[in-house]
């Protein structure tokens, strides 16, 4: 697949330079052929974004200089609470919520997911990251989201839920809001939590959970979303509603 940014690890870079080997140097030379003197885009990850400017090629190594100097920008901060998902379903919404800017993922259990679902190999953190990685080259992001599985329901609502900062917002088909009369401000310092359940939607107890704790109820009209497509329409829509609303 395209590499939009080439994305770098703190530690390969060395005294301004670094080697690759590789996937990104077979995508250097084979889709790109690169010469020396050319310039790509890069990025470190959890850092900020610059320039690779080929130095040499020998054999199937690609030796840059790099100048880092751009910080990216995401001013929307969302994250998102999902109710995890069939294993196939939850790698396009791991990829394409990365591509769409969300921050943290926290992948739960609720009544209507199956315990099998947490035993794919889907979730060993080397897969994640993987998944994570391809949507940060995507979108030219050098945020590497935090993916935590929390196996229980309760635990998490009880425990993890008052621990995160951000203004709850809570889908489902019976919501009694929408989403053009939620709260979110459009201020750049607002944190928001979007909470998507499963195919069948959010148990009548698991709605109270987090209503109960100032999650805003909404609906996204009368059609029933496949939980991947609901969440990239959902994300594409608060940050229309932000931009909207952009103090």
């Known amino acids: ?79 998102l609470i999902l109710a995890l998902p069939r294993p196939i379903m939850l790698q396009r919404i791991l990829k394409q919520a990365t591509v769409l800017g969300v921050r943290r993922f926290h992948l739960i259990r609720s009544r209507r997911v199956e315990k099998s679902f947490f035993h794919s190999p889907v979730l060993a953190p080397e897969k994640i990251r993987s998944i994570l990685v391809d949507g940060m080259e995507q979108a030219m992001d050098t945020w590497l989201p935090e993916v935590t599985i929390h196996h229980q329901f309760k635990p998490f609502i009880e425990d993890v839920l008052p621990t995160l900062s951000g203004q709850g917002l809570i889908a489902h088909p019976d919501g009694a809001g929408t989403l053009a009369g939620s709260p979110v401000s459009g201020d750049a310092s607002q944190r928001l939590l979007l909470a998507v359940g499963p195919e069948g939607g959010w148990s009548d107890h698991e709605l109270q959970s987090f209503t109960e704790r100032g999650f805003y109820g909404f609906t996204m009209g009368r059609r029933i979303l496949h939980v991947d497509t609901a969440v990239v329409s959902l994300l594409a829509q608060l940050q229309l509603l932000y931009d909207l609303r952009k103090r």
Not at 35 to 53: A, Y
Not at 57 to 78: K, S
């Open 1 to 79: 697949m395209p590499l939009n940014l080439l994305l770098l690890d703190p530690t390969e870079v060395v005294s301004g330079e670094v080697t690759l080997t590789g996937r990104r140097a077979e995508h250097l030379l084979q889709v790109l052929r690169v010469v020396p003197g050319d310039t790509v885009r890069v990025g470190v990850i959890r850092g900020k974004l610059g320039n690779g400017r080929v130095l040499a090629i020998e054999g199937g190594e690609v030796r840059l200089a790099v100048t880092i100097e751009r910080q990216p920008i995401c001013d929307l901060q969302v994250e």
